[in-house]
């Protein structure tokens, strides 16, 4: 089965703070995604990769940026976290088209 | 206009009957669509995907898609309680990759 890990269920951050939240997959998949969710706004993309390296913005990225050092690993930052930014942060991965693609366990982050 | 459009509910019907969801998208070039069921408080999970006209059935499940209408729709035969969840619809447009645009959900209750 794939697997996809996020490295907090829940994390309690203060405004300004910098913020790391790791997602880690074991499948070997090229593409990875962080989505934030919202009550009433559905899944919104935050930024993708295809490649080790490489990072495209997704539909919300201001506030946040990306790491993706190796492969199986990647990584969303929030510079200086925002009461705004809370939220439930899910990572997913895929590997070809979307039809494969699975999530993690999420992260609810909430910023004070 | 959103370009993935759900009712967000509630959507409530009795054990055994059919539910019926339903999603549209703004974007023509959309080519592949996909039901994910998130339980309270999980992360969001595949259940079925649709790229062509027509219904695609699996178990109790049948999407159906017309592409002329920019219409997708999820039913649920036989609804258990167990199928209680949030249902997503998310697309997929041409030449965007593994990139995923999801809808807000729809809330499904299914009473015993």
């Known amino acids: 089965d794939v697997k996809v890990t996020q490295s907090s269920r829940y994390l309690v951050k203060r405004t300004g703070e910098k913020v790391f939240l790791e997602c880690v997959q074991d499948?070997?998949?090229?593409?990875m995604f962080w989505y934030r969710q919202d009550p009433g706004l559905g899944l919104r993309l935050i930024y993708f990769?295809?490649?080790?390296?490489?990072?495209e913005k997704g539909d919300i990225p201001e506030g946040y940026s990306v790491s993706r050092e190796k492969k199986e690993r990647f990584s969303l930052i929030l510079e200086s976290a925002s009461t705004n930014q809370t939220s439930m942060y899910l990572c997913?991965?895929?590997?070809?088209?979307?039809?494969?693609?699975?999530f993690g366990p999420g992260t609810r982050l909430l910023v004070l | 206009q959103k370009e993935v459009e759900q009712n967000s509910g509630p959507l409530s019907v009795p054990e055994g009957a059919i539910a019926s969801l339903n999603c549209t998208y703004s974007?023509?070039?959309?080519?592949?669509f996909f039901w994910y069921r998130q339980y309270s408080g999980k992360s969001p999970e595949l259940i079925m995907f649709?790229?062509?006209?027509g219904d695609k059935e699996d178990g109790r499940f049948t999407a159906q898609l017309n592409k002329a209408s920019q219409y997708v729709s999820l039913l649920i035969r036989d609804s258990q309680p167990s199928d209680s969840a949030t249902y997503l619809c998310?697309?997929?447009?041409?030449?965007?990759?593994?990139?995923?645009?999801f809808g807000q959900g729809t809330e499904l209750s299914v009473k015993p």
């Open positions: 997913a991965s895929s590997q070809g088209g979307p039809e494969t693609q699975y």
């Open positions: 499948m070997d998949h090229e593409n």
């Open positions: 990769s295809y490649d080790v390296k490489m990072k």
């Open positions: 974007d023509r070039g959309s080519q592949s």
């Open positions: 649709i790229y062509s006209n």
């Open positions: 998310a697309v997929n447009i041409r030449n965007q990759g593994g990139k995923l645009i």
